[in-house]
């Protein structure tokens, strides 16, 4: 089967920061200074985000030669420019099936698969940024396993702190927020909070897939 060459994004825009968002693959988002430098930086990033697709066993029609075809822009807010992905876009508000749902909590099971993965094979210390900076691997599971506690809340779910270390506590935490995902919508936000399914698949999994991709690059002396 041929590959495609376009990919439908999303780009929300402050002064500072942009982010490209892949509209119907969650946690293809990625940053740059412009737009200009974000959809580059998205296009530039989908051999990565194929193993998410490949580990969530979905056939993923993008190789190198992607073109990334900027369908909605929205003005971003002081999340976007602190480096988060905000915008929920006009796409986000389409409703969703039980296929569609599912095909999001694979999605989002495979960022987290791939983050466990990257974290178990991490040397503990980290090689550190360009100015020093930059939290060790065990801080940043803290970091992650944390927002998934918060992520969980907006979706109107029991989000207490959980202790990255314990596995079942994690795993539930983990499995309540696919089943939130998973579940047919009208597009409308989960629990009547402020995140439809589609836009939630695509928050949770940037941020592990995020700090995944930090981990790879600050592991490898060569990056």
Same mark, same amino acid.
């Given at each position: 089967?041929p590959k495609s060459k376009n990919v439908a994004a999303g780009?929300?825009?402050?002064?500072?920061?942009?982010?490209?968002?892949?509209?119907?693959?969650?946690?293809?988002?990625?940053?740059?200074?412009?737009?200009?430098?974000?959809?580059?930086?998205?296009?530039?990033?989908?051999?990565?985000?194929?193993?998410?697709?490949? &580990?969530?066993?979905?056939?993923?029609?993008?190789?190198?030669?992607?073109?990334?075809?900027?369908?909605?822009?929205?003005?971003?807010?002081?999340?976007?420019?602190?480096?988060?992905?905000?915008?929920?876009?006009?796409?986000?508000?389409?409703?969703?099936t039980a296929k569609d749902g599912e095909q999001l909590a694979?999605?989002?099971?495979?960022?987290?698969?791939?983050?466990?993965?990257?974290?178990?094979?991490?040397?503990?210390?980290?090689?550190?940024?360009?100015?020093?900076?930059?939290?060790?691997?065990?801080?940043?599971?803290?970091?992650?396993?944390?927002?998934?506690?918060?992520?969980?809340?907006?979706?109107?779910?029991?989000?207490?702190?959980?202790?990255?270390?314990?596995?079942?506590?994690?795993?539930?935490?983990?499995?309540?927020?696919?089943?939130?995902?998973?579940?047919?919508?009208?597009?409308?936000?989960?629990?009547?909070?402020?995140?439809?399914?589609?836009?939630?698949?695509?928050?949770?999994a940037w941020h592990a897939l995020d700090h995944a991709w930090?981990?790879?690059? &600050?592991?490898?002396?060569?990056?």
């Amino acid at each position: 089967m041929p590959k495609s060459k376009n990919v439908a994004a999303g780009v929300e825009v402050t002064p500072r920061k942009a982010f490209a968002s892949a509209l119907d693959w969650p946690g293809w988002s990625r940053a740059g200074k412009t737009p200009e430098d974000a959809v580059a930086a998205l296009a530039a990033y989908v051999d990565r985000y194929a193993a998410v697709a490949k &580990r969530a066993k979905l056939d993923f029609p993008f190789d190198t030669a992607v073109q990334v075809d900027v369908v909605e822009e929205g003005e971003g807010n002081a999340t976007t420019a602190f480096g988060a992905p905000d915008v929920r876009f006009a796409a986000d508000g389409r409703r969703t099936t039980a296929k569609d749902g599912e095909q999001l909590a694979a999605i989002v099971d495979a960022a987290w698969t791939i983050f466990d993965r990257v974290v178990a094979g991490a040397p503990a210390e980290l090689r550190k940024g360009p100015r020093g900076g930059g939290r060790d691997r065990d801080k940043i599971v803290e970091h992650v396993v944390g927002a998934d506690g918060g992520y969980a809340r907006v979706l109107g779910l029991n989000g207490n702190e959980v202790d990255p270390r314990d596995r079942a506590a994690v795993a539930d935490l983990r499995k309540r927020m696919l089943d939130a995902i998973r579940g047919p919508s009208d597009g409308s936000p989960i629990a009547g909070k402020k995140w439809p399914p589609r836009y939630a698949a695509r928050r949770v999994a940037w941020h592990a897939l995020d700090h995944a991709w930090e981990i790879e690059d &600050r592991s490898d002396p060569e990056r």
